[in-house]
């Protein structure tokens, strides 16, 4: 038994019980014998934008995609949504220490048009069916590749949409037919109205919405992931791409300069926000704290990062957020990271399914 003893968010009670595995807010029989921990305990972290299984060579190891996922736990984060892998990776749901992943299938994209080896490459005219079939293999979403550089157009390459707008369209419905929320990655402008018109469930990344698609995009509910660090890295894409897409590079750095302002107005919209770290190839595991840190620093206010990062995240995404008798997730520091957000970096404990996972090590 664990006793947690000083503010539980999001409800603010200064003291709650872990009881085989389940949280109560009823002191139970027994509790003078439970373990305490003391602090600001909230529901653990979500990171929606994460590749466990994927490294700088595609597909890891088993060993290295249970580091990776043991890594992530270590942060906090109890709940992830995979949003993406080349491989099966259900074998690690039975796995001890390690988060509850919300698995999505692989990416689909066509050819030529992402990176090598990650996503499926399909013709336009296969995605209803194809997306269906990735509907099944995931966990009630699905990842969908919305636009991506056109290398063949020479120097006036850059970024457009994948698919036609009615092929779209045909596609999410055929995903929602299915059971299955669609995810899709966007940097630019173009491909927003489409989406709009596919009835999209999520945008991630979303850097090129202007404030009308902003406005819109709050009115229907639809949720996005401003992924921070990975828009920090527009600026070394944009110098890649140099001479050879001098038009592509031009966007990608405007989109990089603008990232402050464009963040804090998706917030002052009043966006439904996920939060992300994008680990995988090119972003290290266990970054979602620097995620949410960057995120601030970009204009969007602590309190609306930290609700996104776990209960109202987790509430978006179907899971329960320390209500009594659910599952016990549970990230506990030393002061309220709404107002320190550097505390974020040590957490004091995390508890996944009323375990007790990682705990700091006392300073000497």
């Not at 947690?4 to 949280?23: F, H, K, N």
């Not at 917030?267 to 949410?292: K, N, R």
């Amino acid at each position: 038994m664990i006793h947690l003893s000083g503010t539980i968010l999001p409800g603010e009670a200064s003291e709650a019980w872990i009881v085989d595995g389940v949280i109560t807010y009823t002191k139970p029989a027994g509790a003078s014998a439970a373990t305490t921990i003391a602090g600001v305990a909230m529901p653990g972290l979500v990171d929606v934008h994460c590749h466990i299984g994927l490294g700088a060579d595609l597909v890891v190891s088993r060993e290295d995609a249970l580091g990776q996922a043991r890594d992530v736990l270590a942060t906090g984060v109890t709940l992830v949504r995979d949003l993406g892998v080349p491989a099966d990776m259900r074998w690690i749901d039975g796995e001890p220490a390690t988060p509850t992943i919300i698995h999505c299938g692989t990416h689909i994209a066509r050819p030529k048009r992402y990176l090598r080896g990650v996503s499926r490459d399909i013709e336009p005219a296969e995605l209803p069916s194809v997306i269906v079939e990735e509907a099944q293999r995931g966990d009630g979403w699905v990842k969908l590749v919305g636009d991506w550089i056109d290398r063949s157009r020479g120097a006036d390459s850059d970024l457009e949409p994948l698919w036609p707008r009615d092929v779209l369209v045909d596609a999410i419905q055929a995903a929602h037919e299915a059971g299955a929320r669609v995810a899709v990655h966007t940097f630019g402008t173009d491909t927003i109205d489409d989406l709009l018109e596919a009835g999209v469930d999520d945008i991630e990344h979303g850097t090129g919405m202007t404030r009308d698609q902003m406005s819109e995009v709050a009115a229907r509910g639809i949720l996005v992931t401003p992924t921070a660090n990975q828009v920090s890295t527009f600026a070394d894409i944009a110098r890649q791409a140099g001479q050879k897409y001098p038009v592509y590079a031009e966007r990608m750095m405007r989109m990089f300069e603008n990232r402050y302002e464009h963040m804090a107005a998706m917030a002052d919209a009043g966006i439904a926000l996920l939060m992300g770290s994008d680990s995988g190839s090119t972003l290290a595991y266990g970054t979602l704290p620097s995620e949410l840190q960057a995120c601030v620093s970009v204009g969007i206010p602590a309190p609306t990062v930290l609700a996104a990062a776990s209960w109202e995240g987790r509430s978006r995404l179907g899971y329960s957020s320390l209500e009594e008798g659910t599952v016990a997730d549970v990230v506990i520091y030393e002061s309220d990271p709404r107002t320190d957000m550097s505390v974020l970096d040590r957490p004091v404990a995390v508890i996944r399914a009323g375990t007790l996972v990682s705990e700091a090590t006392p300073e000497v």
